[in-house]
């Protein structure tokens, strides 16, 4: 597809899922949640373009779709945000409303495309890998959005560990770990180990947190998409779906699809789920 064509596409999605915020200033849904790419020097462009394919997908797949839906509001909303050196700008996109497959899938087409949006083809992002101000900043995006959930996640996916600011002082992993425990957010992790084997390890230790807080490894960027499937299944699937018997959830005759992926929860977060994960 052409630029000019990545862009209508992206334009025509804007348009067809943009929220419509209620007359007190906020809408209510199930679940906030930001999906916050890595997109510092570390990844090359093929990479990225895998990251966000794999985004795409996930959302394009039913199972995926019915957890989004599953909650006692039906609806949830979310925004994509690359994040890189702590010194860059981070690019995001708008708040979008999933309330329908058909919604999901609209917002799939815009995640594809995103590359073009954010600039990365174009050397923007680059540099170190400034977790915690990724985090910073989409603690900022789940305040400032006029949107209220009962559950609100920041989505971490990289490749790398943090390293020290270099340009200016900026918020890191601990400080901002312990800013979202404060705001009762959940930050989760997909760790891509094609540098540090350990990365998942790394992730649990010093980045997760909240309740069910939960990291995800691929072992490769090629298999990336099947592991940001099962995350986001579990990130968006309601606690009260989970809980309802498999004849009444709509979304647990799935659940088996993603039995594969390597899954590591905290047992002092929430033991009953690692028990039932592994």
Known sequence: ?????????????????????????????????????DGSGSISAREFRLQLEGYANALRDEAVQSAAVSGPLG???????VWSDAAFKKFETDWFIIDSRAAAGRYADIVEVFHVHSGRNYGVGGGGTGIGSGIEYALRMLDENGIEA???????????????PWFRKA??????????????????GLAILTDFRALDRYYEDEMITGPGAFV????????????????????????IAE?????????EASLHAFEKAPITINAERNPARKAKSR
């Open 1 to 37: 597809m052409s630029l000019f064509g990545r862009w209508i596409v992206l334009v025509a999605c804007l348009i067809g899922t943009a929220p419509v915020i209620a007359a007190d200033g906020e809408i209510d849904v199930d679940l906030e949640i930001v999906l916050a790419v």
């Open 75 to 81: 609806k949830i909303a979310v925004a994509m945000m």
């Open 150 to 164: 009962t559950r609100r996640t920041v989505d971490v996916s990289g490749d790398g560990v943090e390293t020290a």
């Open 171 to 188: 918020m890191v992993l601990p400080e901002a770990r312990a800013l979202a425990a404060s705001k009762d957010v959940t930050i989760n």
């Open 216 to 239: 995800i490894e691929a072992k490769d960027f090629d298999a990336f998409a099947e592991a940001i499937q099962r995350k986001l299944f579990l990130e968006f699937m309601s606690p």
């Open 243 to 251: 809980g309802k018997t498999p004849m009444h959830n709509p979304v």
